[in-house]
Nanobody
């Protein structure tokens, strides 16, 4: 299976910005959708954003207007631009993929820590 490699996590102050990247190990990797999830300590993993092969996007209500998911098809890389960060955005962020429209999210990255200080 394809490997997803994340980068870009770190520490940022409230109101700041951070961009996460997720590169696929296969140049031919073209799933139905790629996206981002996050998990805060003691909480369930939650959906953040996704972008389909066709380019349509969806966002969790908590991040709409602040986060933007995009992709670079040539580099087979997905990005998550996070603006106006809040302390509640602090979590481990995971890159994910789903092969076909009816499949679960079955491709996962290792996770990258995002910490937002108040």
């Amino acid at each position: 299976q394809v490997q997803l490699v994340e980068s870009g996590g770190g520490l940022v102050q409230s109101g700041g910005s951070l961009t996460l990247s997720c590169a696929a190990s296969r140049r031919t990797f073209s799933p139905y959708a790629r996206g981002w999830f996050r998990q805060a300590p003691g909480k369930e993993r939650e959906f953040v954003a996704q972008i389909t092969r066709a380019g349509s996007t969806n966002y969790a209500d908590s991040v709409k207007s602040r986060f933007t998911i995009s992709k670079d098809n040539a580099k087979n890389t997905v990005f998550l631009q996070m603006n106006s960060l809040k302390p509640e955005d602090t979590a481990v962020y995971y890159c994910a993929g789903r092969g076909i429209v009816t499949s679960p999210w079955d491709y996962w990255g290792q996770g990258t820590q995002v910490s937002v200080s108040s």
